[in-house]
């Protein structure tokens, strides 16, 4: 494996130029490096800048200062080569395509014969277990269906680094720890790295290995708080229960109420501690 | 949907129309001959035969013959002839008016500047009268000569009727181009496809619940210009002409200029169902958004 990392932010800045020259500093002085094949979470209250820099990694947005090679690579170079795949809270399933076409589409537009696209999306149909629908339309799915379809997609070229925006945000607490289990085994078997953006304590600490905990206004890194199970824990449901992961719970959310020593108001509102 | 349902809505609307020539009857029956009257204003019609035909009158009509030296032909046939004229004129101006509009919509999406350049004018194109330019473009038409073709009056009807038409379209097109969420534009641009491939794979199948109203306006518009532009044009042959004529015999045959109405609407509700037709057609992309 190669010891490239797959994401390498340094002083990493975005300015939001606003009306009557009131910048809104969004994230500011950004150093994070993720391994690959490591999983690391931003995590923090709205506003923080979390959303904003998974996007400047996706070179969807463009950072105003600081420097970032995703794979070694510039942002743009590294989206031009489909270094990663992308996820959003939204499934964003194109409504006119069935369940295969919408997972094969990344495949489509990079002009992947059809019988290569057809073997890709019925693989990836198995490892998120919707074989079945594969002929289905998006409204004919549930939310968490969707979602899966998503993120089949999003793992459809077999990306090094997987980016993923509340992508369980809109679901409801059941349906997210069954996803969030789907996930780390889905990771565990495609190798990539994970960058994850929620709001949700207990997912980031469950699925990270890394959480990175941001305050906002402005967006900094407040500290990283290492997540790895210790003591022959797998993550698995009897993980949810453990000490530890009650520990790391605590921990991250004492660094979140915390916040900047500037603010008086609480600065974990936006951030949900279930 | 089962054939049960069809039934019911086809039951419907036949009560519908039944309804309609209910009222009419109902009317004239027991309305008096002068109309209502309010201090000196007629609110409603005056109930004579010249005024309000009895309905089979009008519908009888349709197998007389159109006067006394043309025995051979009915008002019906007439009246099928010319819509048959009508709708082909319409159907041009339709194609020439969609095709006009998607392209302007397509710029205009595509250029910010196209847009702001051309939209006020696309607007203020619909409120110059018809028949202000009916005459202006038989004028600039007919000078128009390319090889042995002579531009003729029909294709100045057609191109109005096109004026008309391609209104919806380019306003509808451009809401339907600029529709898709955010989460879409960003996913074909995290995968860098270009905005005209964008525009196939993603804008132009997201239009397609916005363009098929505007395709069923553009219709209509399509045979309300063709009829009004042949009565100003003076172009013979087609329904408009025949309202104009008929409408002459109103003092002794006061049903006969309701067949050329009746005609009217046949080809606007032919026009619609086409367009229905094509709605049918581009299903799978009609389905519900996701949430």
């Known amino acids: 494996m190669t010891t490239e990392l797959a994401v390498q932010a340094r002083g990493l800045g975005r300015v939001f130029g606003a009306r009557k020259g009131r910048d809104v500093v969004a994230l500011d ?28 990694v996706a070179d969807l947005d463009a950072p105003t200062s600081g420097s970032l090679s995703v794979f070694g690579k510039s ?64 409204d004919q799915l549930s939310g968490g269906m969707q979602q899966r379809v998503a993120i089949a997609r999003a793992l459809a070229e077999s990306p090094r680094l997987l980016l993923m925006d509340e992508p369980f945000g809109a679901l409801d607490e059941i349906t997210r720890e069954r996803m969030q289990a789907e996930l780390v085994r889905i990771c565990g078997e495609s190798g990539a790295a994970v960058l994850f953006v929620t709001h949700s304590i207990p997912e ?30 797998r993550r698995d449901d009897d993980f949810r229960d453990a000490a530890e992961f009650f520990h790391t719970v605590a921990r991250v959310r004492e660094l979140l109420h915390a916040g900047p020593a500037s603010h008086a108001v609480p600065a974990a509102r936006g951030v949900e501690n279930r | 949907m089962s054939a049960l349902r069809y039934a019911g809505r086809a039951l419907l609307g036949a009560l519908g129309i ?20 309010v201090h000196g204003v007629v609110v409603l019609p005056r109930t004579t035969d010249l005024a309000m035909p009895h309905v089979w009158d009008m519908f009888g009509k349709f197998s007389e013959p159109v006067n006394l030296f043309a025995g051979h032909q009915t008002v019906g046939s007439a009246v099928l002839s010319g819509c ?22 397509i710029l205009m999406a595509r250029f910010r500047l196209a847009e702001s350049a051309m939209l006020p004018w696309i607007v203020l194109s619909q409120t ?8 202006l473009v038989r004028r600039w038409g007919s000078q128009i000569h390319i090889g042995g073709w002579v531009w003729s009056s029909e294709n100045s009807v057609a191109v109005i009727a096109a004026y008309l038409a ?28 270009g905005w005209w491939r964008g525009l196939v794979k993603l804008r132009l199948p997201a239009s397609v619940p916005y363009l098929l109203p505007a395709l069923r306006l553009a219709a209509a518009s399509a045979v309300i210009g063709t009829v009004v532009a042949e009565v100003s044009i003076g172009l013979r042959g087609g329904i408009g002409r025949m309202i104009i004529e008929y409408a002459q015999s109103a003092g002794g045959d006061p049903a ?14 032919v026009a619609a169902g086409a367009v229905g037709l094509i709605g049918l057609l581009l299903r799978p992309y009609r389905r519900g958004e996701a949430a």
């Open chain 2, 18 to 37: 039944l309804a309609v020539a209910g009222l009419w009857e109902g009317y004239k029956a027991v309305g008096p001959g002068d109309g209502v009257v």
């Open chain 1, 75 to 138: 942002a743009q170079q590294a989206r031009l080569d489909q270094d990663y795949g992308i996820a959003f809270q939204q499934a964003g399933l194109l409504p006119w395509r069935s369940v295969a076409a919408n997972v094969g589409l990344p495949l489509e537009v990079h002009g992947a014969g059809k019988r290569e696209r057809d073997a890709r999306v019925a693989e990836l149909l198995d490892m998120v277990g919707l074989t079945d629908f594969a002929r289905s339309y998006p």
């Open chain 2, 256 to 269: 006969k200029p309701w067949a050329p109405i009746f005609g009217a609407i046949g080809v606007g509700l």
């Open chain 1, 204 to 233: 980031a600490v469950f699925l990270s290995d890394r959480v990175v905990v941001m305050t906002p206004r402005p967006g900094r890194i407040v500290d990283i708080v290492d997540s790895r199970p210790v003591g022959g824990h």
């Open chain 2, 128 to 135: 110059v009268p018809l028949i202000a330019i009916a005459p």
């Open chain 2, 166 to 193: 391609f209104f919806p379209v380019a306003v509808g097109a451009l809401r339907g181009l600029r529709s898709p969420d955010a989460t879409h534009l960003d996913l074909l641009h995290a995968y860098g496809v």
């Open chain 2, 84 to 105: 048959w004229f009508t709708l082909r004129l319409a159907a041009t101006g339709w194609v020439i008016g969609v095709v006009v509009g998607f392209v302007l919509a």
């Open chain 1, 29 to 56: 002085d950004i150093d994070l490096d993720i391994a690959p094949g490591e999983f690391v979470s931003l995590i923090g209250p709205s506003g923080c800048g979390k959303s904003t820099l998974l996007r400047i």
